[in-house]
């Protein structure tokens, strides 16, 4: 992804910098589980979206947001230790919403995964992949049965890899409280894809 409209923190320009500047934002890192009490601030986010998914579990009052890695590590490629690493994540949201169940007595979902998608000469090493293919199913399976086991369901969103996004937000999965009476929304590069 180009680096184009990136601040010195890594974040790119756009809403989630603007949240994360007023403290009205938490933002998680690669690899981390985290939740915030929509009291304490309205959103939270993530970014640097390149093949990670993204899982978000929220309610009116606290959401709960997961940046899993494709590959925990880049020295083991092994898809057990990938797909292990999806399942210690999942059983962090699941955790965290058990400590906090009080804060989820209803939940809206989300998987944001990465779907193939290149335009041009096949890249070395991708020449089988179909535009359109989801990546990494087997882990989105892991985090849909993880969903279901909790008891919720789940929408699925989709972006492409490899990213050529370089607008503003480019890269960002952000949940939103909007206030009182209205939807939680979630953003996907800036552009609400949930909760419209």
Known sequence: MSQVGRRPDGLPEGYLAILKDRRRALVVGMGEVRMIRFNQ?????????????VVAVW????AILAHIPPNPSNLNLDSRVSEENVRAMMREVKRIRDENSYLFP???TTII???????????SGFETMANGARLLPDQVDIMKRALTEMGYGHEIIEYNVPPNRTGMGAGT?????RGPGQRVAVYLDDQIVVGR
């Open 106 to 108: 209803t939940a809206g």
């Open 173 to 177: 999965a952000i949940v939103v409280n």
């Open 113 to 123: 995964c990465g779907r193939w998608w290149h335009e041009g000469p096949p890249m």
């Open 59 to 62: 309610s009116a009052d606290a």
């Open 41 to 53: 601030a309205p959103a939270i986010g993530t970014y640097g979206l390149g093949s990670c998914s």
